[in-house]
């Protein structure tokens, strides 16, 4: 028997009426709990069988959804690559809603756009593939290396990764170090896991360093990935190494939900950030309590690994780590992840002269009429603070598989340095490419840029 999801009703308190009802008991409606239940009352064979036979539905219904939003084609833009080689694609994806043009959407007040229903879906917040059920998750292709090198195994029974690989970073990413910017690309093309991070890094790294990567690339229990019965791996699993989100120190976009906001429909899908540049970085974690790197990576260990639930990360396998010894070793380590190469701009973030007539009209617009440099601002184009859009200026509030789109609150200015390298863009990876974060800002701060100047913003971006 299949129940409905109320919106504002966890998924496992569901479960247990729903258990109670099939038997013909009158159950009332559970208190609402920041808790998940640490006593499982359902055997591991029975929560892989009904999470595989609800699968494909799920599945499904996001891929209906990305569909509808967005134009999924593969549209690389020629001669631009990222820095390891992957095409990146170009072009707006987000739909718009019919009988409109991008220029009226502009044109109108937020008002208007709301009452008329004219926000494209696109620019809504974007759900996790299973938003009741959330969790880490892993694209295919990161799974795949992450099993040949460490016969590990990141999937899972009951859901697959979601956007299209096009649409992801670099695989593997190039490792650029601030200490050694002569070497270049020090991974040499290969994905850093415990098997060769010695081999790679011994004479480059200082043994601090080199013991915080060792940590980095280490499994530990997690979840989703862990040897409880409600675990989301077949098999007992070694857990998620920190280096599997942040793939050879940038990312693959793998995605989770916040764990420092409840209820479950409100959480905000993550798009897992880059760690490259993360020594100019001041602000971390998804609502950016945490103000330096050592108190993240302890952090995540502690509790978003565990979506934010001390008493499941204690049942699940908690790893405590030394603050002296491992945590600032880890941290020293990410510190030196340098941003990728940009021959274009100056000692002082700024374009050079032989930068093309587009480049250059669309740094004048950065810094003039487009207004990005309210927040990013040069040489690593971050302000290091916090920023509310109040997108929900342009839609009202509803619930989108699960995921109820309302205001998403501050957000951090993320650096704009290496931004080609690092789709999906905002957040939550609602937005695909470049061009389609330029029409969302140019229609959240109405600075109505007309095409030609959109052109020449995104030329610019894809210079930084």
């Given at each position: ?36 239940p640490v006593v499982i009352k359902e055997t591991f ?115 697959d990764f979601d956007l299209p690989d096009r649409f ?297």
């Amino acid at each position: 028997m299949r129940h409905r999801q109320s919106p504002r009703r966890r998924p496992w308190a569901l479960l247990a009426a729903g258990a109670l009802g099939v038997c013909g008991i009158a159950v009332a409606a559970d208190p609402p709990t920041s808790y998940m239940p640490v006593v499982i009352k359902e055997t591991f064979a029975a929560i892989k069988a009904r999470m595989e036979r609800d699968k494909p539905a799920i599945e499904q219904r996001q891929r209906g959804l990305l569909e509808q939003r967005y134009d999924l084609s593969d549209q690389p833009v020629r001669g631009l690559k990222m820095s390891g080689g992957k095409p990146v694609q170009g072009g707006v994806r987000v739909r718009l809603p019919s009988g409109t043009s991008w220029e009226e959407l502009a044109a109108m007040a937020p008002e208007q756009v709301r009452e008329r229903g004219l926000f494209p879906a696109g620019f809504l917040p974007l759900p996790h593939p299973n938003h009741a059920e959330g969790g880490m998750l892993f694209p295919k292709f990161h799974i795949d290396a992450v099993k040949r090198a460490e016969q590990r195994d990141l999937t899972r029974f009951d859901l697959d990764f979601d956007l299209p690989d096009r649409f992801l970073p670099d695989f593997p990413a190039p490792i650029y170090l601030t200490t050694r910017p002569d070497l270049g690309d020090v991974s040499k093309g290969q994905l850093v896991t415990i098997n060769n991070y010695f081999e790679l890094f011994n004479g480059v790294l200082n043994p601090k360093q080199l013991e915080g990567l060792r940590l980095l690339v280490t499994p530990f229990a997690q979840q989703q990935f862990n040897q409880t019965e409600d675990r989301r791996s077949a098999l007992p699993s070694r857990g998620v190494a920190c280096l599997d989100c942040h793939s050879n120190g940038h990312t693959v976009a793998a995605t989770h939900l916040v764990g420092d906001i409840r209820p479950q429909e409100f959480r905000h899908r993550i798009d897992t950030p880059t760690l490259r540049g993360v020594n100019v970085q001041r602000l971390f974690g998804s609502q950016r309590a945490l103000k330096t790197v050592e108190d993240f990576t302890e952090f995540e260990q502690r509790a978003a690994y565990f979506d934010g639930d001390p008493v499941i990360a204690t049942k699940k396998g908690i790893n405590i780590l030394d603050r002296g010894h491992q945590v600032h070793a880890m941290g020293e380590f990410q510190a030196i992840l340098d941003f990728p190469p940009a021959p274009k701009l100056d000692l002082l973030g700024k374009l050079k002269p032989e930068a093309s007539e587009a480049e250059k009209r669309g740094q004048e617009l950065f810094f003039g009429k487009a207004q990005c440099s309210a927040c990013h601002q040069p040489p690593y184009y971050t302000d290091n603070s916090m920023h509310n859009l109040q997108v929900e200026r342009f839609f009202k509030p509803q619930t989108v598989n699960g995921r109820y789109a309302s205001a998403d609150g501050p957000i951090k200015t993320f650096p704009l340095r290496g931004i080609k390298d690092s789709p999906p863009y905002l957040h939550d990876g609602r937005l695909l490419t470049l061009e389609d974060t330029v029409e969302f800002f140019n229609v959240v701060l109405q600075t109505r840029l007309e095409k030609q100047e959109k052109d020449d913003l995104v030329a610019f971006l894809r210079a930084l």
